[in-house]
């Protein structure tokens, strides 16, 4: 079950409302603070009936607006929304951990390799990947982005190849990143012909295509 509960944005507002969980001994997988006023609360193996028992208690919480169930985590439809649109993607797209292992690709990657996602997660990229050595790259002390020609189950693609960086907390150089994997977003040679041909053709919105005529009405004006 998961819980949306509307509160005046105050500081200790969810500590107040966890207490009441601990205070039952109710096991909270998940809580999420990301919009001013509104905690969600992720407990998956409480009932409808164990909530109504304490849910007095939750409404009772000074600055507490309203408690209701939610369908969803707002990070589960972000997760969601995102898993959604590298797997329908149009191109092969594939996820890397910092020693350049897969960890994700999507539905077009995945029928080029002949697998599916599952299979070879945790599989080295070298096995799939020719022309480019991810290795070397992910371990060289300044991880640049990258655009290269490589082969792809022995056909030619051309590779953008990003770094994934997330922040390091333990520091204190606000601008000092932690190496987490890259992304590689493919194009084969037939996929960038049809985009470049997509240029190449008019553009059926400007004026240039428009035909008008006009007569003239009743007093000789046109």
């Known amino acids: 079950?998961?819980?949306?509960?509307?509160?005046?944005?105050?500081?200790?507002?969810?500590?107040?409302?966890?207490?009441?969980?601990?205070?039952?001994?109710?096991?909270?997988?998940?809580?999420?603070?990301?919009?001013?006023?509104?905690?969600?609360?992720?407990?998956?193996?409480?009932?409808?009936?164990?909530?109504?028992?304490?849910?007095?208690?939750?409404?009772?919480?000074?600055?507490?607006?309203?408690?209701?169930?939610?369908?969803?985590?707002?990070?589960?439809?972000?997760?969601?929304?995102?898993?959604?649109?590298?797997?329908?993607f149009p191109d092969p797209f594939i996820s890397l951990d910092a020693k350049g292992n897969i960890r994700i690709v999507n539905n077009i990657a995945a029928s080029i390799m002949k697998t599916d996602d599952e299979s070879i997660k945790g599989q080295p990229i070298s096995q799939w990947l020719k022309g480019f050595n991810f290795t070397r790259w992910l371990d060289s002390n300044d991880v640049l982005a990258q655009t290269r020609?490589?082969?792809?189950?022995?056909?030619?693609?051309?590779?953008?190849?990003?770094p994934i960086h997330v922040a390091n907390e333990g520091s204190t150089d606000s601008n000092k990143k932690i190496l987490a994997g890259a992304v590689l977003i493919l194009k084969s040679e037939a996929r960038l012909g049809q985009q470049i041909n997509a240029f190449k053709q008019p553009n059926e919105n400007t004026f240039s295509g428009i035909q008008a005529s006009s007569t003239k009405d009743e007093k000789g004006y046109s």
């Open 1 to 88: 079950m998961r819980l949306e509960i509307t509160c005046h944005d105050r500081v200790g507002m969810g500590q107040k409302v966890l207490g009441i969980f601990v205070e039952h001994g109710i096991n909270v997988r998940g809580i999420e603070l990301k919009e001013q006023g509104r905690i969600f609360i992720n407990i998956p193996e409480l009932s409808f009936a164990d909530l109504q028992t304490f849910m007095p208690q939750l409404r009772l919480l000074e600055g507490v607006g309203d408690v209701r169930t939610a369908p969803y985590m707002p990070s589960e439809r972000e997760q969601n929304e995102l898993i959604t649109l590298i797997k329908t």
């Open 149 to 162: 020609r490589l082969k792809f189950q022995s056909e030619d693609f051309v590779a953008d190849i990003m």
